[in-house]
């Protein structure tokens, strides 16, 4: 984020109205604010923090204070980069603490409290990440700290030999008619990641599936890209292709918890995601329509994985 506009608040409460000025204060912490000259905060300039400061400023006047908030202003001894470097400096500090605290989480291999501690640190990360207006890598590489050690590598598991993108563009993708979730994530991947100009046909039972230079056939028997060992369709392609980094390992958990209707060790929020699945299936009868919808559905799905920062304009 390159954002040099900012939004200022300032606030002052009776002695006697302690409390709320600790609850004043954490609210400004969970936003990211950092505070400079003692007694002014600051925050990159948007609608949301804006919004929020805007309803502090009301509750601070409603209880007796005095509230005092300049938008988009610049302070004349006090550079962008002084401030920028001030938000980094915030957020370096929770990111070394949390990182000791995921590093001793880690070294509990044996202990039966570790994936709930990880789990747990894991939210909190992602709270910082939402609010590190400027990151520097810490918070990616904590989470791919996190991301070992809750999906440790299978033993055993299958080697899928690269592909060279270049050679599947300009294809027709082929597969069974009536898509669920594995050829619905699998197209998905192909026009996001592989191809955009790439089309697909459906085949029912009684049809041959077609060859030529021109056709890649997935999840069906002896297909180019099929399960291999413990994987399904979708894991196969995102392997083949060096997608895993782009695919984060829970939203590849979700998927295939559903396609292999596994729930005992899928994510918590795996059943929600399934139900809406289904909805989505129930209300697209058409291969195409349907599709179509499921593009929305997982581009949706990605964004609920990746740390969002409001920047507004």
């Known amino acids: 984020m390159n954002n040099t506009k900012w939004i200022f608040f300032s606030f002052s409460v009776p002695s006697r109205l302690q ?15 950092v505070q400079i000259k003692n007694s002014i905060y600051v925050l990159p300039a948007n609608e949301q923090t804006q919004e929020h400061l805007t309803w502090m400023g009301k509750e601070t006047d409603e209880q007796g204070g ?32 949390l990182g000791e605290e995921i590093r001793a989480a880690v070294a509990e291999a044996d202990s039966q409290e570790r994936p709930a501690a990880l789990r747990k640190l894991e939210k909190r990360l992602e709270v910082v990440r939402a609010i590190d207006f400027f ?29 060279e993108a270049a050679r599947y563009r300009q294809k027709t993708w082929v597969t069974r008619a009536n898509p669920y979730v594995d050829r619905l994530a699998s197209f998905w991947l192909v026009k996001r990641f592989i191809d955009p100009a790439a089309s697909i046909m459906f085949l029912h ?11 890649v056939s997935f999840d069906m ?20 292709f060096a997608l895993t980094t782009r695919i984060p390992p829970k939203m590849r958990e979700v998927i295939k918890a559903i396609d292999l209707e596994e729930l005992d060790a899928a994510p918590v929020e795996t059943p929600g995601v399934w139900r809406m699945l289904d ?18 559905f ?16």
């Not at 409390?19 to 604010?33: M, S």
């Not at 195409?288 to 499921?294: K, L, N, P």
């Not at 997982?298 to 304009?313: C, N, V």
């Open 19 to 33: 409390g709320f000025r600790v609850k004043i204060w954490r609210r400004l912490n969970a936003l990211g604010a």
């Open 66 to 97: 005095e509230s005092l908030i300049i938008a988009n202003g610049n302070l004349l001894n006090i550079s962008d980069s002084q401030i920028s470097a001030a938000f980094t400096r915030a957020r370096d500090e929770d990111y070394l603490a």
């Open 135 to 163: 990151p520097s890598g810490k918070g990616e590489n904590l989470q791919k700290m996190l991301d070992e050690a809750q999906h440790p590598p299978v033993e055993g598991h299958p080697v899928i030999p690269l592909a």
């Open 205 to 215: 039972d009684a049809d041959a599936v077609p060859s030529g230079s021109d056709i």
């Open 221 to 240: 028997a002896h297909a180019d890209f099929t399960h291999v060992g413990g994987l399904i369709t979708f894991e196969v392609i995102a392997e083949a």
């Open 279 to 296: 909805g989505l299936v129930a209300a697209n009868s058409d291969d195409h329509a349907r599709i179509e919808q499921a593009f929305v």
């Open 298 to 313: 997982f581009d949706t799905l990605l964004a609920s994985y990746t740390p969002q920062i409001s920047t507004g304009k």
